[in-house]
């Protein structure tokens, strides 16, 4: 969490094969652009639109982000271990932002 | 002067003649010929010694089946964490309600046959009813938090039923050195009692302040926002700094896993080793209702808000945290009103009336100190459609700009109301 924005869990060690679980949460306010503040003025829209996953510099998580998201996206799903490496998150945000994540796995 | 004094004597003496006209009744009680039939009221808590008394007062024959030969009530357990009250302050007996002529049956349901109408109990016999009041409150989730079951529960109290568990975490909180962590989990929703957790935070804090003030409260969130927050958050900067942490689900508050033999906190994303632990898990309603399947396969159970008579058996009705009631709170104090409510049902449907159209009022007082005390408070009706709703402008919350001594006053009213619906129940 450098950017205080982003958070990821992802298991230290797992058994080769094992079923794990990866969580990953974004403090966001995923602005849906259909809000308006009490002086009238719309409040833009601004959302992180995109969230992808590599392990091991393969892609194996992405999903497309509308406005319907809510405020503080949280992403909970599972993979197999298969390798010690690395497992990289990506969050994009529409002002152009790409925050990143990196967490380590030890697969025994 | 004269005057005053001789219309005083009088007025002693109607109370003393409506004092004999009470024990007159009694006497007569037995003419059970009077009533219109007997209602079995299961659990003697906020839900189930309110319906008792308030069916007897309407002539109806009652028979209260609890556990425990005392009741300590979840509201005001957290003055007893903060060193306020002794847990003497908060436990009530039956004898108040046995002197209304409730029988008082010191044992456990184990059983609900929904079909003769009776209930069986763990001593052996069994109950028949007219109709049956079950306020049975709430189980909890166990093993929804990793590794929190009851024997966790012994090591990191929920003290969210009061008494034995209350004791428990208070005892904790003296053993603590100056300068430990207490952590709170907190739940959800729907929970029972939704300030609960935030009013246990300030009055842990209300003792540390004054005992052991180099430690800290970190309240571990499955939530981004709770009830009353505002003036929770803005009364403790007021009286405790920064003693008290709240971290919100987005900030990764929410705690997934615990581990009691090295006193471990995990919530989804960070690792807490604390001092004290006071997990609040998950709750549903109490699993005696499973034995007629009164949840309908959910956590809680929905029931005709007019009557609180289950949806799925007919002849029981269900207060309290339990219901689903609508859009009130499960609070004490919403029990209070539905068991009124329901007792009033009761009695119209025995006799073959119709049931009164309801009016409910709920009021949570929180203390965030012993002198400054919050509310929130609100009443309700049936909509349209049968559900208990929110009467639009009808109560509100304390303001957030009031001074100390609004504070002050509201933190009376909370004394002040909890004699009131203490003596409401059990007097």
């Not at chain 2, 009286?239 to 508050?253: A, H, K, N, T």
């Not at chain 2, 008579?309 to 004490?332: F, N, R």
């Not at chain 2, 459609?385 to 609004?406: K, L, M, Q, R, T």
Request: hydrophobic content about 40%; overall charge negative.
């Amino acid at each position: 969490m450098a950017d205080g924005i982003t958070r990821v869990a992802v298991p230290e060690t797992a058994a080769k094969g094992e079923i794990i679980e990866i969580k990953a949460l974004a403090s966001h306010p995923m602005d849906n652009g259909f809000m308006f503040r009490d002086n009238g003025t719309r409040i833009p829209r601004w959302i992180i639109h995109r969230f992808e996953v590599d392990y091991n510099d393969e892609l194996i998580f992405a999903a497309d982000w509308h406005v319907a998201i809510s405020a503080n996206p949280y992403i909970s799903f599972h993979t197999i271990a298969t390798e010690s490496g690395t497992i990289n998150f990506r969050w994009f945000d529409d002002n152009g932002d790409i925050y990143t994540e990196s967490a380590k796995i030890t697969v025994v | 002067m004269a005057r005053t004094s001789s219309s005083g004597s009088s007025r002693r003496d109607v109370l003393k003649l409506a004092g004999l006209a009470t024990a007159a009744g009694f006497g007569v009680r037995p003419a059970f010929s009077q009533s219109p039939g007997h209602v079995v009221v299961v659990g003697g808590g906020f839900g189930g010694a309110t319906a008792a008394k308030y069916l007897r007062r309407a002539g109806v024959d009652v028979t209260l089946i609890e556990t425990n030969a005392t009741f300590a009530t979840c509201p005001f357990s957290n003055t007893v964490l903060g060193g306020i009250n002794e847990i003497d302050a908060i436990t009530h007996g039956y004898d108040g309600l046995a002197a209304h002529g409730v029988q008082v049956v010191p044992d456990t349901v184990t059983g609900i046959n929904a079909a003769n109408k009776s209930v069986s109990l763990q001593g052996g016999t069994a109950v028949s009813y007219d109709r049956l009041i079950l306020s049975p409150g709430i189980d909890f989730k166990w093993g929804e938090i990793e590794g929190y079951d009851e024997a966790a529960a012994e090591v990191m109290p929920h003290a969210w039923k009061a008494g034995a568990q209350t004791e428990l975490l208070r005892r904790q909180l003296i053993a603590m050195d100056d300068g430990g962590v207490v952590a709170i989990a907190a739940p959800g929703n729907p929970f029972r009692c939704p300030p609960g957790p935030y009013e246990r935070a300030s009055l842990i804090a209300h003792y540390l302040k004054t005992h052991k003030p180099a430690s800290k409260v970190l309240i571990l969130d499955s939530k981004d926002s709770f009830s009353k927050q505002g003036l929770f958050q803005a009364g403790w900067a007021e009286l405790y700094g920064d003693m008290i942490e709240w971290v919100p689900f987005s900030s990764g508050g929410n705690v997934a896993r615990v581990d009691p033999a090295t006193m471990t906190v995990y919530t989804d994303f960070d690792t807490h080793v604390v001092n004290v632990a006071n997990i609040i898990p998950a709750q549903r309603s109490n699993r005696l209702v499973d034995t007629a399947d009164l949840a309908n396969g959910g956590d809680w159970c929905p029931i005709n808000q007019l009557t609180f008579e289950s949806t799925v058996q007919p002849g029981i009705h269900i207060l309290g945290d339990a219901s689903i009631a609508g859009a009130m709170p499960k609070s004490g104090f919403s029990a209070n009103a539905q068991a009124k409510v329901c007792a009033a049902a009761i009695a119209a449907l025995l006799r073959g009336d119709e049931p009164p159209s309801p009016s409910f009022i709920n009021t949570c007082y929180s203390l965030v100190g012993p002198d400054y005390g919050i509310s929130v408070a609100a009443v309700y009706r049936l909509n349209a459609e049968g559900a208990i709703a929110g009467v639009e402008g009808a109560g509100g919350v304390s303001p957030g700009d009031a001074n100390a001594e609004f504070r002050k006053m509201e933190a009376e009213y909370a004394r002040g109301w909890y004699a009131s619906i203490t003596s409401d129940m059990f007097g």
